[in-house]
Antibody
């Protein structure tokens, strides 16, 4: 069965960096685009970033463009989110999610359980 | 960016009731609309895709309709396990955006 497991979250000071990982299993990882979506405490869902199946195309929300970098290692079945210059407003649960398609964008058909990132001094 | 507006923001209904949530897009998104269910402390779960298609394994009491800018999500007979927050999401272009959510409670 499809499994997505995030790791790397925690408490970090404003201005510092953090890298999230998402380990995928149960499907051919290299066949699918992958997203990061976040949810601030008691708030709704906010799309962050998308990477195509082969890593050649990357897209970002304006709120994180230039600060966050999405990447993937298909040999390790792992998705990453490098988060730099973190702000208190980046505090959220971060989800990785699979896109139904390999390139372009569509529905998010499987989600990880989420990982909490807290940005606080 | 396309804005997705859900109504109502919260809803209280009884077991067995028919429940309807609407989602309006700020511009035409064809049928590029997905509905998710999120239970407290859990990840979202895909229920309906392309506005009206039921995801495999999802109970048939869930349904969706609409196209263009106006969409509807319906639970035909509310069950206790349906207590959750429901989100619509478009994928017509980037950025993908979600509605603000509809919190469903049991009366």
């Amino acid at each position: 069965q499809v499994q997505l497991v995030e790791s790397g979250g925690g408490v970090v000071q404003p201005g510092r960096s953090l890298r999230l990982s998402c380990a995928a299993s149960g499907f051919t990882f290299s066949d699918y685009g992958m997203h990061w979506v976040r949810q601030a405490p008691d708030m709704g869902l906010e799309w962050m970033a998308l990477v195509s199946y082969d890593g050649s195309n990357k897209y970002y929300a304006d709120s994180v463009k230039g600060r966050f970098t999405i990447s993937r290692d298909n040999s390790k079945n792992t998705l990453y989110l490098q988060m730099n210059s973190l702000r208190t407003e980046d505090t959220a649960v971060y989800y990785c999610a699979r896109d139904r398609h390999s390139s372009g964008w569509s529905r998010l058909d499987y989600w990880g359980q989420g990982i909490l990132v807290t940005v606080s001094s | 960016d396309i804005q997705m507006t859900q109504s109502p923001s919260s809803l209280s209904a009884s077991v067995g009731d028919r429940v309807t949530i609407t989602c309006q897009a700020s511009q035409d998104i064809s049928n590029y609309l997905t509905w998710y269910q999120q239970k407290p402390g859990k990840a979202p779960k895909l229920l309906i895709y392309d506005a009206s298609n039921l995801q495999a394994g999802v109970p048939s009491r869930f349904s969706g309709s609409g196209s263009g800018t106006k969409f509807t999500f319906t639970i035909s007979s509310l069950q206790r396990e349906d207590i959750a927050t429901y989100y619509c999401q478009h994928h017509d272009n980037l950025p993908i955006t979600f509605g603000q959510g509809t919190r469903l409670e049991i009366k």
